[in-house]
């Protein structure tokens, strides 16, 4: 079975300071693997996926994410964070061979000025 | 283009009623799968229509049902309203060429729904 643990429900950084949200995942088969943004009162939006490409996929908004299988991590970064970036991030997994989705807890990302 | 739309944007219910809420696929997608978010919580897959027919489901009780329509658009029942069903609920469309592939999910706004 797949799953996905998103470490820190909350994390606050500084405008302009890296930006760092943990994801570990668990597949029994080749993972597909996502982050999505979600502001408030909104539907999610997708940031970036890897599908057994490249193992650092660029996203939009300047985040992006490595994809580690000896660690089973996909952590999502951005080397500068910006007020407009304050919002929650849900990392997901693909469900098996199908077209569902697995996300984890979510992460809400404080920006500070 | 026009995106994913839900309707209606907010409801309240009260226990035991039943409910309907609505979604219209992004055009040209075949596809709608439905999730719930509680508050605080991500979000979790309820059931998927392809090509009008139920194509996987979640860990949801039968009082939770699904239609897809010609149009691909999509309806959501939920019967016997309990307090726990109050939640966002989030429909998503893709275009799947075959029924075992995966394409990205495009999510609309959702509906919130709260149960009293």
């Known amino acids: 079975a797949q799953s996905v643990t998103q470490l820190g429900s909350h994390v606050s950084v500084s405008e302009g300071a890296l930006v760092l949200l943990r994801c570990n995942y668990s597949s029994s088969v080749p993972p597909y693997l996502f982050w999505y943004v979600q502001y408030p009162n909104q539907g999610l939006q997708l940031l970036l996926k890897y599908t057994s490409a490249a193992t650092l996929v660029k996203g939009i908004n300047g985040f992006e994410a490595e994809f580690k299988k000896s660690e089973t991590s996909f952590h999502l970064t951005k080397p500068s964070a910006h007020m407009s970036d304050a919002a929650e991030y849900f990392c997901a997994v693909r469900g098996g061979a199908t077209n569902k989705l697995i996300f984890g807890t979510g992460t809400l990302l404080a920006v500070q000025p | 283009e026009t995106g994913v739309t839900q309707s209606p944007t907010h409801l309240i219910k009260t226990r035991g009623q039943q409910v309907t809420l609505r979604c219209s696929s992004q055009?040209?997608?075949?596809?709608v799968s439905w999730y719930q978010q509680a508050l605080g919580q991500g979000p979790q897959f309820i059931f998927q229509?392809?090509?009008?027919?139920?194509?996987g489901r979640g860990n949801f009780p039968p009082r939770f049902s699904g239609l897809q329509f010609p149009n691909y658009s999509s309806e959501l029942n939920v019967n016997a309203l309990e307090l726990d069903d109050s939640a966002l609920y989030l429909c998503a469309s893709s275009y799947l060429p075959g029924q075992k592939v995966y394409n990205e999910q495009f999510f609309g706004p959702g509906t919130r729904l709260t149960v009293l």
């Open positions: 055009s040209g997608h075949n596809t």
């Open positions: 229509y392809y090509r009008e027919e139920e194509n």
